[in-house]
């Protein structure tokens, strides 16, 4: 826990209020930045549009209060979603000349005030931390007598964590799960036994998970009157980034930092709500206004990342909405040059699809653009296979987002394991870019001979990608050495910061939020992908998949192509309908009426011919199975879930696996069956 201060005063590393200094601050920004910037008193909402210079303005807000005197640097309080946006914020306050700051994720900051003040109030030092959560609920599902794998486990501890997110407790998680339309991954009665049973091992164990530093936190706030004055009058300022993104356990631990204090600014996007379905509850920001009516609301709408092509698509994507409550909408002012118009394509099937986008950033590779800046943004991870077979087929290097970390990379390990002991070896000034060659080249690394493709290749980008950070940590200062590289690589592991690796990137649209390139390709967008088939019953789920592909459409920098296929395999007859999203944004198209909740009774009219025949092949199948089992029919099959193997027909169990509400478990219990009813 940082220093006390009962009574407030400059810290010693603060600047002395400077007139020169704050408007030096706030050279450089337009017009609504610069009122973002300056509103330095009570609750502050700033709406930052895709694009808009977010991170720019708060950056210059914390700034310009600490030249004015209005903030003590050790006082203000930043929190953020992500490692590496905590480590932003730093570096960018150290640019503007303030120190002292303290800008951490939820976690960070509330493990930094539990630790100390755990003696006073769990009685001992902080309890260890869980260190593998799956392991803990596994014992839970065997005492709960529920047989898993590791899909299913995953499934669990996801549940458990939004239950713990949302304040839910093991005895209210059944009516909880069912009222925000959760799919568990067994009868919720039988999640709750689980979380009850993980509950209890951690209580045993005295441990603590990650929800629970949190937690733990609050309490210590709301409980203990001596440890919130100490809290209190340490932190005096708080800023939250990403606040569309918060969840109820972090909007208590919020409440409980700011003890009725109004001094906190939000920075959100209410467009860009996508994490519902992990706790998030945007209605922290939409009610924002409500909750403060003297707070003081700043939209910043001047896109400076896209082209008004791109922005005009996004604004008549996210305009066919229907309105929501609360705050003022934002709608997006391109302040780039001109560039080409997007594309809109249609292809026969999702190899073909597949093959052309793979041609498309071939072409564009070889025109001059880094294959680091291009894109190819996807639904679900399933869709990823065929556009990772279709690059290697064009000879086009490629990045899978979400996969494994780079810093945890078996390669990477080794790599910085030698160069740290090449580092304690001394070093020659000026030779930084060839030793970290030479080291590398003793691992096996052949520099300009990548491989053709697969796990090789990835490898070969991997220690590429340290080459390129050495080159360009050169570039910026001629005299940097091989330790200070290897503190440099060290600093970057713990924010989560990886090197550009050269490679299209492979993402989920949500793995995307946040990032940026040249040039973008949304692809597979059809109705039952996107909006996925599962959110059809509820409105409020189809409107986050309209927000999900505003933030795909989002990415683009210049160029932005999105696609979809009739079919998904090659020679299947029932053409599947594009993504109603696309309706009025697609040349020659209208907009499509406000979307109506599909109910399991209608999916026979959606459903025609082929598809409507193989759908009721399925239904009678899990009739039958359901009967067999004495169970209900959605526990084997939702009917979504039955409309979307209807309309994919599935020829393989990876194929199946890929499909929404096909987890490991159903894949074991029913996969073969489904295939055969499939194949007829």
Not at 204 to 220: C, H, I, M, N, P
Not at 416 to 438: F, H, K, Q, W
Not at 481 to 496: C, G, I, S, T, W
Not at 567 to 590: C, D, I, K, M, Y
Request: proline share 7%; glycine share 8%.
């Amino acid at each position: 826990m940082p220093r006390t201060a009962d009574a407030p005063g400059r810290g010693a590393g603060a600047p002395a209020p400077s007139t020169a200094g704050a408007e030096a601050v706030l050279a450089g920004l337009d017009e609504e930045q610069r009122t973002a910037a300056q509103a330095v008193t009570g609750p502050v909402c700033i709406l930052a549009g895709a694009g808009t210079g977010k991170t720019r303005t708060i950056t210059h807000r914390i700034a310009y209060g600490v030249h004015t005197g209005a903030f003590v640097p050790e006082q203000v309080l930043a929190v953020t979603f992500t490692a590496r946006a905590a480590g932003e914020l730093r570096t960018r306050l150290a640019a503007l000349g303030v120190g002292g700051v303290q800008a951490r994720t939820f976690h960070a900051a509330a493990m930094r005030q539990l630790r100390y003040f755990a003696p006073r109030v769990l009685g001992g030092p902080l309890p260890p931390l869980v260190e593998n959560k799956l392991r803990v609920v596994a014992s839970a599902a065997t005492r709960a007598r529920l047989t898993t794998d590791r899909t299913s486990l995953r499934d669990l501890a996801s549940e458990i964590e939004w239950a713990k997110t949302t304040l839910a407790t093991p005895e209210d998680y059944p009516k909880r799960a069912a009222a925000a339309g959760r799919e568990p991954p067994f009868d919720a009665a039988a999640v709750a036994r689980v979380y009850a049973s993980y509950e209890s091992a951690k209580q045993r164990d005295g441990s603590l998970d990650f929800e629970d530093l949190l937690l733990v936190t609050a309490f210590a706030l709301e409980e203990h009157p001596d440890v919130a004055r100490q809290v209190r009058a340490q932190y005096r300022t708080f800023v939250v980034d990403e606040y569309q993104d918060v969840n109820p356990l972090q909007q208590r631990l919020l409440d409980a930092w700011l003890g009725g204090r109004a001094d906190v600014c939000v920075v959100g996007d209410p467009n860009q709500t996508i994490y519902s379905f992990t706790g998030a509850d945007p209605d922290h920001l939409l009610g924002f206004a409500d909750r403060y009516p003297d707070a003081e609301v700043v939209k910043l709408e001047r896109d400076y990342r896209s082209t008004p092509q791109v922005v005009a698509l996004a604004n008549k994507l996210i305009g066919q909405a229907p309105p929501r409550r609360g705050l003022p909408g934002l709608r997006l002012l391109g302040q780039r040059a001109e560039g080409p118009a997007p594309r809109f394509l249609e292809h026969a099937d999702e190899p073909t699809e597949a093959a052309a986008v793979a041609q498309a950033c071939r072409a564009l590779v070889e025109a001059g653009t880094p294959a680091s800046e291009i894109a190819v943004l996807f639904r679900i991870n399933a869709q990823s296979q065929v556009y990772e077979s279709a690059l290697t087929d064009a000879g086009v290097p490629y990045v899978l987002k979400g996969g494994e970390r780079f810093f945890e990379r078996p390669e990477v390990r080794e790599a910085v394991v030698l160069l740290r002991g090449a580092a304690a070896g001394g070093s020659e000034p000026g030779a930084l870019v060839p030793t970290v060659r030479d080291v590398l080249a003793s691992t096996g690394w052949v520099e300009h001979r990548p491989p053709a493709g697969g796990a090789a290749r990835d490898r070969w980008q991997s220690l590429a990608a340290l080459v390129d950070l050495a080159v360009d940590l050169v570039a910026e200062d001629p005299t940097v050495d091989l330790p200070r590289f290897v503190a440099h690589l060290a600093e970057r592991a713990d924010a989560q910061h990886a090197p550009t690796v050269q490679g299209v990137t492979l993402a989920s649209m949500h793995a995307a939020k946040g990032l940026e390139w040249d040039a973008v390709f949304v692809v597979g967008l059809v109705d039952g992908v996107l909006p996925i088939a599962q959110s059809l019953s509820r409105p409020e789920a189809v409107e986050e998949e309209r927000r999900l592909l505003y933030v795909a459409v989002t990415r683009a920098r210049e160029q932005l192509t999105l696609s979809w296929s009739l079919v998904r395999n090659p020679g299947a007859r029932r053409p599947r309908p594009r993504s109603r999203f696309l309706e009025g944004l697609v040349p020659g198209s209208t907009p499509s009426a406000a979307p109506v909740p599909r109910k399991a009774k209608k999916v026979k009219v959606v459903l025609e011919g082929e598809a409507g025949e193989l759908f009721e092949r399925l239904r009678a199948w899990r009739s039958s199975t359901a009967q067999a089992a004495s169970v209900p029919a959605y526990v084997v099959f939702t009917d979504a879930t039955l409309q979307a193997i209807a309309e994919a027909r599935p020829a393989s169990l990876h194929e199946l696996s890929g499909l929404p509400g096909v987890g490991a478990r159903k894949l074991e219990l029913y996969g073969d069956e489904v295939l055969a009813t499939v194949s007829g």
